[in-house]
């Protein structure tokens, strides 16, 4: 069974960088399943963090500006066409940790046919792997567009300022109904020990679910990160880690 989860909250404030770490913390704990990292940013920062220069998307595939590695196949209908297509650009980027980068993705009330067959391909790829992290755009709307998928476990990453707070409030609000089957909740992200107080209250306030918060330095540690992630993990609505 497919675990997944999504990383949302404004740009900047370290989705991309947690969607990495959250990644070697499962590959470390659950060593034999297999990750598929969906990098749903139109920025492609989380393909970028890799030294990848994503060319090849979904997007690429509905639009036919797509570059195939081999001929495309005759005698396919259009799904295996899709099916087949969609396999051509993953990208292996670890042991057991594979990407598939989306870009571009067409409004969800879209009648083409190319739409619905993408999303049923996208829904086979996802049930193919045991976890699949989602760097998403913003909030889950864009990612609800692309794939209609339930989300186990929606982390959305605050900075420490008030006005961060408040608006992953609003980001919570605008993604709750994506996310009714599962569990949402925040994580501050640069905590900053002379705002941290005052941040914790406010997400009380607003009656976020605080998971955890993270100091993290300027100086990208993945290794360092997922042992923060780690230490908040069992309050996330995951299969659990198993302990000696």
């Keep these: 069974m497919t675990s997944t989860i999504a990383f949302i909250g404004k740009s900047g404030n370290g989705k991309t960088t947690l969607t990495r770490a959250f990644a070697r913390l499962i590959r470390k704990n659950f060593s034999n399943s297999s990750i598929l990292l969906i990098d749903n940013d139109l920025s492609l920062e989380l393909s970028d963090s890799f030294g990848i220069k994503t060319r090849n998307t979904i997007y690429g595939i509905k639009s036919g500006k797509h570059e195939y590695k081999t001929g495309i196949p005759d005698g396919m209908t259009k799904q295996e066409f ?47 792997y045991d976890f699949v992290i989602i760097d998403c755009e913003y909030d889950l709307k864009y990612l609800n567009s692309l794939v209609d998928y339930p989300i186990d476990e929606t982390i959305i990453v605050s900075g420490c300022k008030k006005s961060d707070i408040e ?21 501050i992200n640069k905590a900053e020990k002379e705002n941290l107080n005052n941040a914790m209250t406010l997400v009380k ?9 993270i100091n993290q330095k300027n100086e990208i540690n993945y290794d360092e990160l997922a042992q923060n992630l780690e230490v908040f993990y069992p309050r996330m609505n995951l299969p659990q880690i198993e302990t000696e």
């Design 167 to 187: 608006l992953s409030a609003k980001i919570a609000n605008s993604s709750r109904k994506y996310a009714l089957n599962g569990q949402m909740g925040i994580i």
């Design 82 to 128: 899709i099916d087949w297509a969609i396999e051509d650009i993953i990208i292996e980027v670890d042991e057991n940790i594979d990407m598939i980068a989306s870009w571009l993705v067409t409004p969800k009330d879209c009648k083409c046919p190319s739409t619905k067959l993408t999303r049923d391909s996208l829904i086979k790829l996802i049930e193919r």
């Design 205 to 213: 306030d607003l009656d976020l679910n605080l998971i955890g918060t």
